[in-house]
């Protein structure tokens, strides 16, 4: 089993950055895929960002590329998600989750976090 617990979220306004966090326990990341998803209000989840277990190749939606960058730090077990330029349609509930195995299903969510971007 792995818990995962995001953070960081909050209102700030276009333009702005914020940058969440995703702590887990129970396991060790190190090995597994991190992916960042988010859901807007009346809207599907969509997936944000990936970064792989080894060797750290890290891939992105279309919509957040060059603005968004994911990281780890397995050291520490935890998993980032840095946003920059931040845009109105950026607001959702962001949240992490964890695939134990490539290609598949991300088994494991956390609860998530509100991200509210003013325009």
């Known amino acids: 089993q792995v818990q995962l617990v995001e953070s960081g979220g909050g209102l700030v306004q276009a333009g702005g950055s914020l940058r969440l966090s995703c702590a887990a326990s129970g396991r060790f990341l190190s090995s597994y895929d991190v992916g960042w998803f988010r859901q807007a209000p009346g809207k599907e989840r969509e997936f944000v960002a990936r970064?792989?277990?080894?060797?750290?190749?890290?891939n992105y939606a279309d919509s957040v590329r060059g603005r968004f960058t994911i990281s780890r730090d397995n050291a520490k077990n935890m998993a980032y998600l840095q946003m920059n330029s931040l845009k109105a349609e950026d607001t959702a509930v962001y949240y992490c989750?964890?695939?134990?195995?490539?290609?598949?299903?991300?088994?494991?969510w956390g609860q998530g976090t509100q991200v509210t971007v003013s325009s």
């Open positions: 989750a964890v695939r134990t195995v490539v290609p598949g299903q991300y088994e494991y």
């Open positions: 970064i792989r277990g080894s060797g750290g190749i890290a």
